[in-house]
């Protein structure tokens, strides 16, 4: 019997994140049958390179999946509340990387180093984790499963490339603008949330909103990363086992978040050595950490990568078992579009690209 080539639709697929979607499918092992690229209207007829020819956009409608197989999207909450029932009920296995499907406990959200097992379980629609999660539980998970883990705080310094390919015109235009000698505050249209009521240059500048401000002065950003972190590592949103939280900031950089945490593991007889030597074996990381050699992990060199970088290990100096750790990904490769097709890879793999009969989506 020959394998099976799956048909593809890639949504949003003129998006920052789907562009990379495409790229990544390039480079995969899947067996591909058809690509279908599909996007808003606006941007319908349009070409996009792929596997050395060219795929014609369409704009995305309830009627785009028949014949799918697997949908890979990337186009927003409204689109994918709205859109991956719809592509359930035609038979087609959806991985979507919006927030909105996230929290739902019908839906696993995964990250296949660290809960791949989560994907048996699925039910028609995989959730992607937010880019600044997935980092995170890349370099956690191994800690809490061999040393245990205590409290987390991280604060993250996030590229403009997480806001989407306009957040990145943006900031070069105030780039260009202030060594003009223009005034770049003209150019601020989008960051720090699309369609708030004040906008700030990101150039030369650090924003501490990502998403919108929610209660006790937490910004969604920070809460999708409390509760996404304790999804995947404890299997509930609201798990108190670990205690974890954070502060999301927005740096002037293209492309790579970076996130500095603090890490309890609650066991002082852990060491440094012992963190180092974990993490050195961990899937999907690379320790890069030597002080003498000035070596550690940056944006400009995770860009294009699918590891997690690790670097700045060290042992907290007042709380034995405490670590701070500096961590690096590309954003929109593993934080998004490499994420999203290594689950895909990983269904096929289980032979799960195919809607269960007891979905509360299927048709
Ligand atoms: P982007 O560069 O602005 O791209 C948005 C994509 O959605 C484009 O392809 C756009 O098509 C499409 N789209 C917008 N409205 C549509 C409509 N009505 N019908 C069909 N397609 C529509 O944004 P991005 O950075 O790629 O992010 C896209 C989404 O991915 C985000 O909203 C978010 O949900 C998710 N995301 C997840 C992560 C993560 O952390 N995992 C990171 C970034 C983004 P047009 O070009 O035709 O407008
Ligand atoms: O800002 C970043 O660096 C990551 C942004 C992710 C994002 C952007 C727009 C909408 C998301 C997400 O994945 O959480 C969403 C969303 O809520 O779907």
Redesign the pocket.
């Given at each position: 019997m020959t394998a099976p080539a799956y048909h593809i639709a890639v949504?949003?697929?003129?998006?920052?994140?789907?562009?990379r979607i495409l790229a990544e499918l390039e480079k995969s092992s899947l067996p591909i049958g058809t690509v279908h690229a599909?996007?808003?209207?606006?941007?319908?007829g349009?070409r996009l390179p792929f596997q050395g020819g060219y795929l014609t956009?369409e704009?995305?409608s309830p009627a785009s999946f028949d014949g799918i197989d697997l949908v890979l999207?990337?186009?927003?909450?409204?689109?994918?509340k709205r859109?991956a029932p719809a592509a359930v009920a035609a038979g087609a296995v959806v991985v979507d990387?919006?927030?909105?499907w996230r929290m739902d406990d019908r839906v696993p959200l995964v990250v296949p180093e660290v809960n791949p097992a989560a994907l048996t379980a699925h039910q028609g629609i995989i959730a992607?984790?937010?880019?600044?999660?997935?980092q995170m539980v890349v370099a956690l998970a191994p800690i809490l499963e061999q040393f245990g883990l205590e409290q987390v705080i991280v604060s993250t310094y996030q590229a403009a490339?997480?806001?989407?390919?306009?957040a990145m015109d943006e900031v070069l235009a105030e780039m260009q603008a202030q060594l003009m000698g223009e005034d770049m505050h003209d150019y601020a249209a989008v960051l720090p949330v699309k369609g708030a009521a004040k906008h700030y240059p990101l150039a030369f500048n650090l924003l501490p909103q990502i998403d919108v401000f929610e209660a006790e002065g937490y910004t969604h950003e920070e809460y999708k990363m409390i509760h996404e972190s304790k999804k995947i590592l404890l299997g509930d949103p609201d798990a108190t086992a670990v205690k974890v939280t954070g502060t999301a900031v927005r740096v002037p950089v293209m492309i790579g978040h970076g996130e500095s945490v603090y890490v309890d593991t609650g066991n002082p007889a852990v060491t440094v050595a012992a963190i180092r030597e974990l993490l050195a074996t961990a899937p999907g990381v690379v320790v890069q950490d030597d002080p003498d050699q000035q070596l550690y992990p940056q944006p400009i060199e995770a860009a294009g990568e699918r590891e997690t970088f690790v670097g700045r290990i060290r042992p907290d100096l007042e709380n034995p078992g405490a670590f701070h750790l500096w961590i690096v990904a590309d954003?929109?490769v593993k934080?998004?579009a490499w994420?999203?097709v290594q689950i895909a890879e990983e269904l096929a793999a289980r032979d799960l690209v195919r809607v269960p009969a007891g979905s509360p989506w299927r048709a």
């Open positions: 949504l949003g697929a003129t998006g920052a994140v789907g562009r599909l996007a808003s209207a606006r941007s319908a349009q956009v704009a995305a999207a990337s186009a927003g909450g409204s689109l994918s859109l990387n919006s927030s909105f992607n984790p937010n880019c600044s999660t997935i490339s997480g806001a989407g390919k306009a954003n929109l934080g998004a994420n999203t």
